[in-house]
């Protein structure tokens, strides 16, 4: 079985600072990752997802993640965050293997707030 | 750009009673799936359905838990007597297989409230 860890429950940052969040994960057959994002009382949003190739991957609203397999990581970074972006960010993953029935596993999440 | 629509986005129900919600994959996509989280948790996955039939279900999915398509449109989710634990907000995904993996589209959600 494959798991998530998202460290950081809450991550305060300055309005136009850089932000790293977190997420880590372990699985016994190679995977897929996502982020998504919940903006308050919506639903959950794709920001960008790994499947192969490069390592490093670009998503909507300005952030990327890079996926490290010898650290079975793949944070997500953005270099200027604006008050938007509070929300809650959630890792995922999933196994790859034939279909596309195989549900994702979430992380807890990381609640990120921008203060001005 | 295309939606998964969730019908009702708020329900409340007595202990007990049963509950249907509704949800309306994207068109041509084929795989659904339901996930719900618990107030201030992470997102668990409850069970997947591609071609008329269960794909994948967690330990959560046990007995009292039911997924249907009853036409082409509609996916729903029946949780025959609620209990307390039940209230949580309840996501319907779907997504397209296109020789890889892909994202999910969700929806908005259902939040239930059990009473």
């Known amino acids: 079985a494959q798991s998530v860890t998202q460290l950081d429950s809450q991550v305060p940052v300055f309005e136009e600072a850089p932000v790293e969040l977190r997420c880590n994960y372990s699985s016994s057959v190679s995977v897929y990752l996502f982020w998504y994002v919940q903006y308050p009382n919506q639903g959950l949003q794709l920001l960008l997802k790994?499947?192969?190739?490069?390592?490093l991957v670009k998503g909507i609203n300005g952030f990327e993640a890079e996926f490290n397999k010898s650290q079975t990581s793949f944070h997500l970074r953005k270099p200027s965050v604006h008050i938007s972006d509070t929300a809650e960010y959630f890792c995922a993953v999933r196994v790859r293997s034939g279909g596309g029935a195989d549900g994702l596993t979430f992380g807890k999440g990381t609640h990120l707030i921008i203060q001005p | 750009e295309p939606e998964v629509t969730q019908t009702p986005s708020h329900q409340v129900t007595q202990m007990g009673q049963e509950v249907i919600l509704r949800c309306v994959p994207i068109s041509n996509h084929l795989y659904f799936y339901w996930y719900r989280q618990i107030l201030g948790q992470k997102v668990e996955f409850l069970v997947s359905f591609y071609n008329n039939e269960i794909s994948e279900k967690s330990e959560i999915f046990d007995d009292q838990f039911s997924v249907e398509r009853p036409d082409g449109s509609n996916f729903t989710l029946k949780i025959r007597s609620t209990k307390l634990e039940d209230s949580a907000m309840y996501f319907c995904a779907s997504s397209n297989r296109q020789g890889s993996a892909s994202g999910y589209t969700f929806g908005s959600g259902t939040r239930l409230t059990v009473v």
């Open positions: 790994y499947l192969s190739g490069s390592t």
